[in-house]
């Protein structure tokens, strides 16, 4: 190492090349480098839809979308609940804070709503995972 120093203290030019090819690498190197103040990250959601045929809104969201949603709530991680109930089905996205095992919710959630939704009502639960990372737009 000491050597190093002795051969660029004998030879200025040589340490000033070194030095600016150092600094122009730093700035190419600092504009291509991606912040972002708020990266997109998309939610972690399991949603859960159930079919009730010819039940009216009122009627799925009674019956349907207020069990499922007790039956989910105690999902470990659990962010945000959004049920929609319209003419014949009841949609439920459970939404869990990132980096949450979507897998492991998956089940309770089928098994919850299953458990709790009228005879005539189907349930199915579909996984829905985030594709981008978090420096990615």
Not at 40 to 49: D, F, L, N, S, Y
Not at 103 to 111: K, Q, W
Not at 117 to 122: I, L, N
Request: charged share 25%.
């Amino acid at each position: 190492m000491n050597r190093a120093i002795a051969w660029f203290v004998h030879n200025p030019v040589a340490a000033n090349l070194l030095m600016l090819v150092m600094v122009v690498g730093g700035l190419l190197g600092a504009t291509s480098v991606r912040q972002e103040e708020f990266p997109a990250i998309e939610p972690e959601a399991v949603r859960v839809t159930v079919e009730y045929r010819g039940a009216s809104p009122e009627e799925v969201e009674e019956s349907i979308c207020l069990r499922v949603e007790e039956a989910i709530e105690g999902t470990p991680n659990l962010d945000r609940i959004n049920t929609i109930a319209v003419e014949g089905a009841c949609n439920v996205t459970v939404e869990l804070l990132v980096g949450s095992d979507v897998d492991a919710a998956t089940p309770r959630s089928r098994t919850g709503s299953t458990r709790s939704t009228p005879s005539r009502s189907r349930p199915r639960s579909r996984r829905s995972r985030s594709t981008k990372s978090a420096g990615a737009s």
